[in-house]
C-alpha cells in the first residue's frame, strides 16, 4: 500500500490523574454498588465491579503510539485497514487540545471510528479524504464529552 499520507499519533489524549480522580471512580463504584444491593442486583453490581477494575487498568497505562496511512486502498489506523467501500463519510473535530477524524463506517455494531491527527493538519487530512469519501457534520457522543470531563 503506497501512502498518500501518513503519520503517527498516540492512540488517545493522556490525562495525568490525581490520586483524587481515582478515588472519585471509586466513590461512584461503591455507591453503585450500594444501589445495586438495594436493588437486590447480582447481576448489576458484578458489571459495577468489572467496569471499575476495566477503567482504573484502562486508565493507568500509556497510549500506544499508531501509525495511521491514507492511501487509495483506504484508510490503516495501526494494524487494522479500513477500506473506501466500508465508510459512509468522515469528519473533522478540532478541540483545544484534541484534532481527529471521525469515520461513519457502514457497520451496526461499531458505527463511528475516531482516529487521532497528531501533527497533521486538519485542512490537509480534509482536502485528502474529500477525494473518496463525502463530509458529513457530526456530533460528538454522550460518552465522548463524558470522558472529556472526565479526563479519560
Do not use: C
Amino acid at each position: 500500500m503506497e501512502p498518500i499520507i501518513s503519520w503517527e499519533a498516540p492512540e488517545y489524549i493522556e490525562h495525568k490523574k490525581s490520586a483524587d480522580w481515582y478515588w472519585w471512580l471509586s466513590l461512584a463504584a461503591v455507591g453503585l454498588l450500594i444501589f445495586s444491593a438495594y436493588e437486590r442486583s447480582l447481576l448489576f453490581g458484578i458489571f459495577v465491579v468489572l467496569g471499575w477494575f476495566t477503567i482504573m487498568l484502562y486508565s493507568s497505562r500509556p497510549p500506544e503510539r499508531i501509525r495511521v496511512i491514507i492511501a487509495k486502498e483506504g484508510i490503516m489506523a495501526g494494524k487494522n485497514l479500513y477500506p473506501w467501500g466500508n465508510i459512509k463519510s468522515f469528519w473533522i473535530f478540532e478541540k483545544n487540545y484534541k484534532k481527529e477524524i471521525s469515520l461513519e463506517l457502514k457497520r451496526q455494531f461499531v458505527p463511528y471510528l475516531k482516529i487521532p491527527l497528531g501533527d497533521i493538519e486538519p485542512a490537509k487530512a480534509r482536502e485528502i479524504l474529500l477525494k473518496f469519501i463525502p463530509e458529513k457534520e457530526q456530533e460528538e457522543s454522550f460518552i465522548d464529552n463524558l470522558s472529556d470531563i472526565a479526563k479519560f
